[in-house]
């Protein structure tokens, strides 16, 4: 469940985004909110793409799992399916 407000802002020093894993680095635009499951509370960052892939899934599923998938989709991590078929669609 998301506490609070979600935010976007440009980040003052590095993070890791929690939806891929990968860096949101100094300067650059991420969204950040406060997610409470059960009795654990934490802060979320994640890159404007991911957010809007988080977005996308059923209410029901959207739970926030470290790193498991791709940026900016719902594919599994290392596993990207829709930047695959881009790259195909491309040549």
């Known amino acids: 469940m998301i506490l609070g407000e ?6 003052a ?10 860096l949101i680095f100094q300067h650059e635009t991420y969204v950040k909110w406060l997610w409470k499951d059960g009795r654990d509370l934490q802060s979320v960052k994640v890159h ?4 809007k892939a988080w977005n996308s899934l059923p209410c029901g ?31």
């Open 6 to 11: 979600v935010t976007t802002q440009k980040a």
């Open 13 to 22: 020093k590095e993070h890791t985004c929690c939806w891929c894993g990968e």
């Open 48 to 51: 404007t793409e991911c957010r």
């Open 61 to 91: 599923e959207q739970e926030i799992m470290f790193g498991e998938f791709s940026r900016g989709c719902t594919c599994e991590r290392d596993h990207c399916r829709c930047k695959s078929s881009l790259v195909e669609l491309s040549r």
